[in-house]
């Protein structure tokens, strides 16, 4: 399968249809799906060539709706290529775009327009772009919306930086008048100050020390004024790298009083523990921070029991220096996790030890991803009409994460090193191969993504 090359037909003895894994021949028109045949029916349709995966399963590629590229403005920390590039490598199709930490953010059109002029013509896979909601801009807010973000990003404590401040409860009433009727979602970064007795200093080499200082209760209360929000307003809320189990009891019980209410967790919450964590190896510093074992086997059983919707990558890279390496202070480090391309096998290792199947794979990084979004008419499934967008991978096969296989700008990452179960071979995007075996497309293939919402209402 040649990167580059535009494919007709695929066929697999494992293909993901619906319910069911089966031998089938995927039909590809146009950048579409046009049919999934059985085998034996499939010749009368395949005039052009067959590409024959043998035994490698097919399913849709993956949707990351959580990723900081930071172009333009943080090129350095990563930038459209070689974050696309590592989202192709790792069988993501499309990504959605965080409205931080590029320099300026997407919190105005104008600045979501310098965003797309940033875009074009580097991305290897299909781009779509949140808006950012902070103090004094909720009049942005609607022709955002007209002009295609799939919803806004908040924070309700310091983001970390200074060009994209958090909001007061004044800004997220002003905020969510403005959302109301156009069908948008506000995704909320959800800790917040709240006074605590495990403030007292520590050593600052251990993790230990910054994970007292991040503690449930800071999640806990802003999920509590999460659930107020969104049951007050019926405006879709999403809630950002949920780390605390604590705050599922609130969550259930929103959504069982009506709140239209979306949680996702991350890759690093589901497969890494506090317990582990070296001292000075501030490349496990995130916010909210990563938990002890117990908590991280809650989240998988909340994930099983759906109370927990999806798993994305919250992608956060930052140049070396910034995570203190030398000096091993997690309370000075820069605070985020690269996973872009390692997602699929992350998820992979650690669920199918926990009974996860297939399916739930496609439900929690495709499907529910792609219906956050509003891309769910053309993404996260592979049915008739939707978008051709392909992972084919081999979930037996075993790797390891070395900095020669990294295709992120900056190597960093707490899995150097570590074993994983499943490896993706090809990933086609629209019909087109944009990754096969190592190698990428020549140019890349990937095109921005507007979300078209239904048209607001005047105020």
Not at 13 to 34: D, N, S, Y
Not at 296 to 319: F, Q, Y
Not at 427 to 454: D, E
Request: glycine content about 8%.
């Amino acid at each position: 399968m040649e990167p580059g090359s535009v494919v007709s037909a695929v066929r697999s003895q494992r293909v993901l249809c619906g319910e069911e894994i089966r031998p089938a021949v995927i039909i590809i028109k146009e950048g579409k799906i046009h049919s999934i045949l059985p085998d034996s029916e499939a010749s009368a349709h395949t005039a052009g060539k067959v590409v024959d995966v043998g035994n490698s399963l097919i399913m849709p590629g993956i949707v990351d709706c959580h990723v900081h590229v930071n172009e333009p403005g943080r090129t350095s920390w990563e930038g459209y290529w070689t974050a696309t590039q590592a989202a192709a490598a790792g069988g993501v199709t499309t990504i959605v775009d965080m409205p931080l930490n590029s320099i300026p953010p997407t919190t105005t059109l104008r600045n979501f327009h310098e965003k797309l002029r940033a875009a074009t013509g580097q991305c290897f896979v299909d781009t779509a772009f949140w808006g950012g909601v902070i103090p004094g801009n909720k009049l942005e807010l609607r022709p955002m919306v007209q002009a295609g973000v799939a919803g806004f990003k908040c924070f309700l404590i310091h983001s970390g930086v200074d060009e994209f401040p958090h909001v007061s409860d004044t800004d997220l009433d002003s905020a969510m008048k403005q959302l109301q009727g156009t069908g948008s979602v506000l995704l909320f970064h959800a800790e917040r100050e709240v006074k605590h007795a495990a403030a007292e200093k520590g050593d600052p080499h251990e993790y230990s020390t910054f994970l007292r200082s991040r503690p449930d209760i800071m999640e806990l209360e802003a999920i509590r004024t999460v659930t107020q929000l969104c049951l007050q307003y019926q405006v879709r809320c999403h809630i950002v790298h949920l780390s605390s189990a604590q705050p599922l009891e609130l969550i259930r019980a929103a959504r069982k009083a009506g709140a239209p209410l979306t949680v996702e967790t991350t890759h690093h919450y589901l497969n890494l523990c506090a317990e582990n964590i070296p001292a000075r190896a501030t490349q496990f510093k995130c916010c909210p921070p990563i938990r002890d074992t117990a908590n991280r086997e809650l989240l998988w059983s909340a994930l099983k029991a759906g109370d927990i919707d999806m798993v994305v990558s919250d992608h956060s890279p930052c140049t070396p220096d910034l995570k203190c390496l030398d000096s091993g202070d997690f309370t000075q480090a820069w605070g985020g996790i690269s996973s872009l391309q390692f997602g699929l096998s992350l998820f992979w290792t650690s669920a199918s030890k926990r009974g996860f199947s297939f399916f739930d794979a496609v439900r929690l990084l495709c499907k529910e991803p792609a219906q956050l979004c509003r891309l769910d008419d053309q993404k996260g499934s592979l049915i008739p009409g939707h978008d051709a967008d392909l992972v084919i991978w081999d979930p037996e096969k075993e790797f390891t994460v070395n900095k020669d296989n990294i295709h992120h700008k900056n190597k960093l990452t707490p899995y150097l090193g570590l074993a994983l179960r499943g490896k993706v071979k090809a990933t086609i995007v629209r019909g087109k191969v944009v990754y096969s075996h190592g190698s990428f497309s020549s140019q890349p293939l990937g095109k921005p993504l507007f979300i078209h919402h239904k048209t607001p209402s005047p105020l």
